[in-house]
């Protein structure tokens, strides 16, 4: 399977800053995806990285509060905008091979913490 | 919107126990995944479960969906500190593409 690297592993950031999270495959994959985890929650998917085109948000998550770019089939970023305390959480990119009803599979997550 | 819910929240069993958790959706479900995600880690894939009635068995896992496709559980037979983590179903809507992870189950064993 292929192999993700998310960098940063963790962040601590001020109020109002941006951070941009990426996230690099070994191998050139079908789709990207982003979530976000609350400790002690579920995952929740912010969107699907398309490469070429615009994201694919979910309800609930807009382009401006979260650009994502996808420039090539193995690289990807997601960037929190104008961060506040509820931005707080774990975001993990993932891959799919062939399609969005095939196994994904993760890299390590960013922690991210706002002061 | 669609909801996946897995119960139990949480569970709490012996070592040597057999451990189950359900995920249950109010709508006909096209495929499900599972996912055990350790603590401090991520999300690991597991199995995919396509065919209405399908049961799968990995070694001391035994995967099923329902005939309705509405539901789908997870039971470890003889359950080891090995298997501690939180199991997530994850389903993919074929008609929307829509993807929704289940609340997952934590569970943790007793030595």
């Known amino acids: 399977s292929a192999v993700i690297s998310q960098k940063p592993s963790r962040d601590i950031c001020q109020r109002g800053t941006s951070l941009t999270i990426q996230c690099q495959v070994d191998?050139?994959?079908?789709?990207m995806f982003w979530y976000r985890q609350q400790p002690g929650q579920s995952l929740t998917l912010i969107a699907t990285?398309?490469?070429?085109?615009?994201?694919?948000?979910e309800s609930g998550f807009v382009i401006d509060k979260f650009p994502i770019s996808r420039p090539n089939l193995t690289f990807s970023t997601l960037t929190v905008s104008n961060m506040s305390p509820e931005d707080s959480s774990i975001y993990l990119c993932?891959?799919?091979?062939?399609?969005?009803?095939?196994?994904?599979?993760f890299g390590d997550g960013t922690r991210l913490s706002i002061l | 919107g669609q909801q996946v819910m897995q119960i139990p929240q949480y569970q709490h069993v012996q070592e040597g126990e057999d451990f189950t958790t359900y995920c249950n959706s109010s709508t006909t479900l096209s495929n499900i995944q599972w996912y055990k995600q350790r603590p401090g880690g991520h999300p690991v894939f597991l199995i995919q479960?396509?065919?209405?009635?399908e049961v799968k068995k990995q070694k001391r896992l035994t995967f099923q969906f329902g005939e309705a496709k509405k539901n789908s559980s997870l039971h470890i037979t003889a359950t080891q500190t090995t298997d501690v983590g939180t199991y997530f179903c994850l389903h993919h809507n074929f008609g929307n593409e829509k993807l929704t992870f289940g609340t997952g189950t934590r569970l943790t064993i007793i030595p």
């Open positions: 191998s050139q994959v079908t789709m």
């Open positions: 993932s891959v799919a091979e062939g399609g969005s009803n095939q196994p994904q599979h």
């Open positions: 479960l396509v065919k209405s009635g």
């Open positions: 990285a398309n490469q070429g085109s615009e994201a694919t948000y």
